[in-house]
């Protein structure tokens, strides 16, 4: 899975391309999605922009990893929530 900062993308796009909310600024755009990971597997696509793991606001991609590193095991489940075309959305994962 490729990751972006959302605060590296001009306003502009994430208006007229992703169709954000005024009020996100913040959080973690999906690049890419590969085939067979937890990522496909809990229908997360390019272009989401997730915001939050198991509850736990996320920023960037410093804070994304820093949970799943510090916070996750292997097997574990979690909560994610992201935007996809301005909707806010909720999936599982389970990581490998």
Same mark, same amino acid.
């Not at 198991?54 to 994610?80: A, F, H, P, S, T």
């Given at each position: 899975m490729l990751l972006q900062d959302l605060y590296t993308v001009p306003a502009e796009v994430l #208006?007229? @391309?992703?169709?954000?909310? !005024?009020?996100?600024?913040?959080?973690?755009?999906?690049?890419? #999605?590969? @085939?067979?990971t937890?990522? !496909?597997?809990?229908?997360l696509e390019a272009l989401d922009v997730v915001v939050s793991l198991d509850g736990n606001e996320v920023e960037n991609m410093m804070e994304l990893r820093k949970y799943l590193y510090y916070e996750k095991e292997q097997g574990e489940e979690m909560q994610i929530e992201y935007?996809?075309?301005?909707?806010?959305?909720q999936t599982t994962a389970t990581l490998e």
């Amino acid at each position: 899975m490729l990751l972006q900062d959302l605060y590296t993308v001009p306003a502009e796009v994430l #208006v007229s @391309e992703m169709n954000l909310p !005024d009020d996100v600024n913040s959080g973690v755009i999906i690049s890419h #999605v590969e @085939e067979g990971t937890p990522a !496909d597997a809990a229908g997360l696509e390019a272009l989401d922009v997730v915001v939050s793991l198991d509850g736990n606001e996320v920023e960037n991609m410093m804070e994304l990893r820093k949970y799943l590193y510090y916070e996750k095991e292997q097997g574990e489940e979690m909560q994610i929530e992201y935007y996809r075309d301005g909707q806010l959305q909720q999936t599982t994962a389970t990581l490998e």
